[in-house]
């Protein structure tokens, strides 16, 4: 049996694992074995690891990954992302930085959007006309959609922006 | 301080607000949590402590506590029946008392502050005000938001906002929500619809009273279910908005009842003032019932009791209020004292 790896040698370590009782094996060779960092295989080749056969490994078995991530933990309170998911709490200010990757769908389902448009830190509230609101929800949105290098999102936020203008000196 | 709000009520409920014939409350509720601390639910007890008396350090060197009129309780020194009755006074929430260690809170005199600590963010800080007054609410709240960051280490991420315990109220932690009397939409059922569809809107819409979609009471809690990726004031401006066009529907619906089941809704009524004037004991759900029919009364003019004593009775006839105005904690007679109030406060007036 060929390698699921590099297609190309001949098989003889294979990798199963379960997940909800689903299993999957893996079949690979003791090169793409070695490359991946598993120990005891071919030592006098001295086979250095290869993030490349890593990542099509994970491709392969994304299972992996998802167990990965769930046992990721936060460095300052110790918050597991598995105990998120069964709590719905985050412990600390910290965990919105470690698991910043893992939250971004949850915040999306959750309000459709991942990034704070509300008064800075330090900022005062105060009572603004719609325009005024409308003017620094659109200004906020461009600086993120330049941050992030969405040049198209940008210029369509422009444009927003000096139709606004626009409508707010014709309408006084 | 407590043992007067409770007897006299909160100032919100005692006066008549802005659209007062449906929107009886406003409320904003903003969370906040310090930066170098885990939040309650993670944090030991050596570190609620810490917390507590931390933001107690601030406070004692500022005059933030004086100029808002603000005192401030341990939660542990309280009653279970006075902790229990400032829930039922929309001061303290039922999450924050269930474990009462380690909590502290700030109330004023008029009882429409509250300032929780330990809550399920290190600060749920809360205004309410009556009627629909929203932007006064707002303005008003972040007097007192201000002040506290001026003073303290609130946790923010330039990407994320304000940082709460639960993503739910992550970005600008603000909750704005308004409690509204809809007889005529619950009677026609159309408020259905608008339940099922609110969510479209980014607004929860909820019975004040457990989780049914039909309370007796007809009372509902509109509120954002949003609070990132928005301004405070999209979100001021969305419930103001949905607000508005509710009292306009409830209003036609009104109209519409009226002119085609009045000779029902009077019945109703006359039953409700029936049952006060002659039954022996009335419990609470029914109360709640009784008092919704009796302000429907109001509202089509068939009855002469001002809104705001219903309001008040609202609050009045919850289960621990009963038992401080009483001074029993014998559940068996709350409802036969119940019935001697009601009989005792809209006697001249039904």
């Given at each position: 049996?060929?390698?699921?790896?590099?297609?190309?040698?001949?098989?003889?370590?294979?990798?199963?694992?379960?997940?909800?009782?689903?299993?999957?094996?893996?079949?690979?060779?003791?090169?793409?074995?070695?490359?991946?960092?598993i120990?005891?295989?071919?030592?006098?080749?001295?086979?250095?690891?290869?993030?490349?056969?890593?990542?099509?490994?994970l491709e392969?078995m994304?299972?992996m990954?998802?167990?990965?991530?769930?046992?990721k933990?936060?460095?300052?309170?110790?918050?597991?992302?598995?105990?998120?998911?069964k709590?719905?709490?985050?412990?600390?200010?910290?965990?919105?930085?470690?698991?910043?990757?893992?939250?971004?769908?949850?915040?999306?389902?959750?309000?459709?959007?991942?990034?704070?448009?509300?008064?800075?830190?330090?900022?005062?509230?105060?009572?603004?006309?719609?325009?005024?609101?409308?003017?620094?929800?659109?200004?906020r949105?461009?600086?993120?959609?330049?941050?992030?290098?969405?040049?198209?999102?940008?210029a369509?936020?422009?444009?927003?922006i000096?139709?606004?203008?626009?409508?707010?000196?014709?309408?006084? | 301080?407590?043992?007067?709000?409770?007897?006299?009520?909160?100032?919100?409920?005692?006066?008549?607000?802005?659209?007062?014939?449906?929107?009886?409350?406003?409320?904003?509720?903003?969370?906040?949590?310090?930066?170098?601390?885990?939040?309650?639910?993670?944090?030991?007890?050596?570190?609620?402590?810490?917390?507590?008396?931390?933001?107690?350090?601030?406070?004692?060197?500022?005059?933030?506590?004086?100029?808002?009129?603000?005192?401030?309780?341990?939660?542990?020194?309280?009653?279970d029946?006075?902790?229990?009755?400032?829930?039922?006074?929309?001061?303290?929430?039922?999450?924050?008392?269930?474990?009462?260690?380690?909590?502290?809170?700030?109330?004023?005199?008029?009882?429409?502050?509250?300032?929780?600590?330990n809550?399920?963010?290190?600060?749920?800080?809360?205004?309410?005000?009556?009627?629909?007054?929203?932007?006064?609410?707002?303005?008003?709240?972040?007097?007192?938001?201000?002040?506290?960051?001026?003073?303290?280490?609130?946790?923010?991420?330039?990407?994320?906002?304000?940082?709460?315990?639960?993503?739910?109220?992550?970005?600008?932690?603000?909750?704005?929500?308004?409690?509204?009397?809809?007889p005529?939409?619950?009677?026609?059922?159309?408020?259905?619809?608008i339940?099922?569809?609110?969510?479209?809107?980014?607004?929860?819409?909820?019975?004040?009273?457990?989780?049914?979609?039909?309370?007796?009471?007809?009372?509902?809690?509109?509120?954002?279910?949003?609070?990132?990726?928005?301004?405070?004031?999209?979100?001021?401006?969305?419930?103001?908005?949905?607000?508005?066009?509710?009292?306009?529907?409830?209003?036609?619906?009104?109209?519409?009842?009226?002119?085609?089941?009045?000779?029902?809704?009077?019945?109703?009524?006359?039953?409700?003032?029936?049952?006060?004037?002659?039954?022996?004991?009335?419990?609470?759900?029914?109360?709640?019932?009784?008092?919704?029919?009796l302000?429907?009364?109001?509202?089509?003019?068939?009855?002469?009791?001002?809104?705001?004593?219903?309001?008040?009775?609202?609050?009045?006839?919850?289960?621990?209020?009963?038992?401080?105005?009483?001074?029993?904690t014998?559940?068996?007679?709350?409802?036969k004292?119940?019935?001697?109030?009601?009989?005792?406060?809209?006697?001249g007036?039904?």
């Amino acid at each position: 049996m060929l390698c699921d790896i590099c297609k190309k040698r001949e098989a003889n370590i294979f990798i199963t694992q379960i997940i909800n009782s689903e299993k999957k094996t893996l079949y690979i060779c003791d090169i793409c074995a070695s490359k991946l960092g598993i120990k005891g295989i071919l030592k006098e080749l001295n086979i250095p690891f290869d993030e490349n056969i890593l990542k099509k490994f994970l491709e392969l078995m994304p299972g992996m990954i998802e167990e990965e991530k769930k046992e990721k933990s936060c460095s300052i309170c110790g918050l597991k992302f598995k105990d998120f998911e069964k709590s719905g709490f985050l412990g600390c200010p910290n965990c919105y930085k470690t698991f910043k990757e893992e939250l971004r769908p949850i915040l999306l389902n959750l309000h459709g959007n991942v990034k704070h448009i509300g008064k800075k830190k330090g900022e005062k509230f105060t009572l603004e006309t719609f325009f005024e609101s409308e003017l620094k929800r659109l200004k906020r949105e461009l600086e993120y959609a330049i941050e992030e290098e969405r040049y198209e999102d940008a210029a369509k936020i422009r444009d927003k922006i000096n139709e606004l203008i626009k409508n707010d000196k014709n309408n006084n | 301080m407590i043992k007067t709000i409770i007897k006299n009520l909160p100032k919100w409920i005692n006066n008549y607000g802005a659209e007062g014939d449906i929107v009886i409350s406003s409320r904003i509720r903003i969370a906040r949590n310090l930066n170098d601390f885990k939040f309650p639910f993670k944090a030991s007890i050596d570190e609620k402590k810490l917390i507590i008396d931390k933001i107690l350090n601030v406070f004692k060197n500022s005059d933030f506590i004086s100029r808002f009129n603000l005192i401030g309780y341990n939660l542990l020194d309280l009653s279970d029946i006075e902790r229990n009755a400032l829930v039922e006074v929309h001061l303290l929430s039922y999450q924050f008392i269930i474990d009462p260690y380690y909590k502290y809170f700030f109330i004023n005199e008029d009882g429409d502050i509250s300032i929780m600590i330990n809550e399920e963010d290190h600060f749920r800080i809360q205004y309410l005000k009556e009627g629909f007054s929203l932007n006064e609410a707002m303005i008003f709240i972040y007097k007192i938001v201000d002040e506290l960051e001026n003073n303290l280490d609130f946790s923010y991420q330039s990407d994320f906002g304000y940082l709460t315990t639960c993503p739910t109220n992550l970005g600008t932690g603000l909750r704005i929500s308004i409690l509204c009397h809809l007889p005529f939409l619950s009677y026609s059922g159309k408020i259905r619809d608008i339940i099922d569809n609110s969510s479209k809107f980014s607004i929860t819409f909820r019975g004040s009273f457990g989780e049914g979609t039909n309370p007796v009471s007809s009372l509902y809690q509109i509120s954002n279910s949003t609070t990132l990726g928005k301004s405070e004031e999209n979100i001021l401006n969305m419930i103001s908005k949905f607000g508005n066009e509710i009292i306009r529907i409830e209003r036609k619906e009104k109209e519409v009842i009226i002119d085609k089941y009045k000779s029902e809704i009077l019945d109703k009524i006359g039953r409700a003032i029936g049952v006060v004037k002659y039954s022996k004991k009335i419990d609470f759900d029914e109360a709640n019932e009784i008092l919704s029919w009796l302000r429907i009364g109001v509202i089509i003019k068939s009855l002469n009791i001002p809104l705001s004593l219903i309001n008040q009775l609202i609050l009045k006839i919850r289960p621990n209020l009963m038992k401080i105005e009483f001074n029993t904690t014998n559940d068996e007679e709350i409802d036969k004292l119940r019935s001697d109030y009601l009989k005792n406060v809209l006697g001249g007036l039904i």
